[in-house]
């Protein structure tokens, strides 16, 4: 409610046409996005504080996250994941949103972070991005703003699907930071930046007519990808051991 009427006032304060059409659709989108804490859940025994955690602030989750770091066999599978998304980036798939693409990275990208955890998607996260510019150069010269995008996606996808119960609301929730603060508000702010921008208007013109459109646009499609993913390998991760079997058993809606 809070950011609800801090953007209604913002808004109307910088004399935005339809502020409160604007300020309508976001208090819907955090409203929606917070049904999932509402909605209580019959699967709460699983949790054991050891393995399985309700929250990251457990000094256990930072203690396993960074031991995976350790392990070889781990190392060798961060980077098959990270060869698969720069494979996945060889196929770009037109948003029809000006120059913003699409790719199926991003699913391969959210399987690393929830076995191998945030500090893994970190990794993850910044050798991609270098590495794509690398491979793949393109017009724009190397940006660091987008790194940190990629970083902290990692990061994002890490916190909401490692060592925790996997629903479809946490997928989702995940999703809509990623999609609207990282891709969103800080992708305007990098091509802003790029493209020397030099006025308020220019970057909130780009953010409502095509950054936050086509972000909304696939927000949904691209949580429900990765869910079906992530509940479909869960068989095999159980099978190969990368992953708790309370965990694989307990994938569900909410």
Not at 94 to 102: A, K
Request: proline share 3%; aromatic share 20%; charged share 10%.
């Amino acid at each position: 409610m809070i950011g609800y009427f801090l953007l209604f006032t913002i808004l109307y304060l910088l004399k935005i046409d339809y502020y409160y059409l604007y300020s309508l659709i976001s208090g819907a989108c955090f409203l929606f996005a917070g049904l999932p804490f509402i909605i209580r859940t019959k699967h709460d025994d699983i949790y054991d504080n050891v393995t399985i955690f309700k929250t990251i602030f457990h000094l256990n989750y930072h203690k396993l996250a960074r031991n995976e770091l350790k392990k070889i066999k781990n190392l060798v599978m961060i980077s098959l994941i990270i060869a698969l998304m720069l494979l996945a980036k060889l196929i770009p798939i037109p948003s029809g949103f000006g120059t913003l693409g699409l790719s199926f990275s991003y699913l391969f990208f959210g399987i690393g972070a929830l076995l191998y955890g945030p500090y893994a998607g970190i990794i993850i996260g910044f050798l991609v991005d270098s590495l794509e510019f690398l491979i793949f150069p393109s017009a724009y010269p190397y940006f660091f703003g987008y790194t940190l995008s990629s970083m902290l996606t990692g990061f994002i996808y890490g916190i909401s699907f490692y060592k925790t119960r996997l629903t479809f609301s946490k997928v989702f929730i995940c999703r809509i930071f990623v999609n609207l603060l990282i891709n969103g508000i800080l992708g305007t702010i990098w091509w802003g930046i790029i493209n020397s921008f030099t006025t308020f208007e220019q970057y909130f013109i780009y953010f409502i007519s095509i950054s936050l459109v086509k972000n909304l646009v696939y927000l949904i499609p691209q949580s429900v990808l990765l869910f079906i993913l992530i509940k479909a390998l869960m068989p095999v991760f159980l099978r190969s051991r990368m992953i708790d079997e309370k965990i694989a058993s307990h994938v569900t809606l909410f």
